[in-house]
């Protein structure tokens, strides 16, 4: 019997080791499972922020690019044979009621503040191209795009948002020449 009792100790030895060893693999299975699903999961997440960074970079591309074009836009105006400087009265006008959107100019555009200007269109043509000279020495490149009714002679009347800034920024004696005349 002690012989019969050693050989089936054995084959349970054997049998937990075989177990064991089973149940090692099967953990080692699982592991490299997850390790793969992490794996993957840090990959697709290396992905999208990858994916962000180029929507970034190409928005980024974007808004240099639009900045060129202004700025080439500009230049090639400067470029041209621009018209002599002449001493006009500038003023400052909003939409009615404050801020607002969707204002549309006597020549069918909406209004953008720091390129919308109202003149007398027998001053400055509509739709021509200027550049002021500010009192505090700035310039600025506006667009004729409306009128008004008190915009007469050497009057100009520059689109700003705020009412308040519009009355801030009073009457002012200014320096203009035509850059681009329109038609």
Known sequence: MNAHRT??????????????LYLSYE??????QALALSQRAQAAQYQSLAAKAQVQNLQSL???????IKASRHVGLLQ??????????????????????????????????????AVDPKQIPLGSVIEVKFTNGQT????????????????????????????????????????LRGK
């Open 27 to 32: 953990f080692a299975q699982a592991h490299m």
């Open 7 to 20: 050989h089936t100790l054995g084959l349970l030895a054997s049998a937990l080791v075989m177990s064991a």
């Open 80 to 117: 041209m044979n621009p018209g002599p400087w002449e001493a006009f009265r500038a003023t400052f006008y909003s939409p009615s009621g404050g801020e607002g959107d969707g204002l549309v100019t006597y020549t069918g555009k909406r209004v953008h503040q720091g390129w919308t200007v």
């Open 140 to 179: 600025q490149i506006l667009q004729a795009l409306d009128t008004g009714g008190a915009i007469k002679g050497k009057h100009i009347d520059v689109f700003v948002w705020s009412a308040d800034k519009a009355v801030k920024l009073g009457v002012q004696q200014v320096q203009v020449r035509v850059l």
């Open 62 to 68: 974007v808004a240099m690019q639009r900045t060129e």
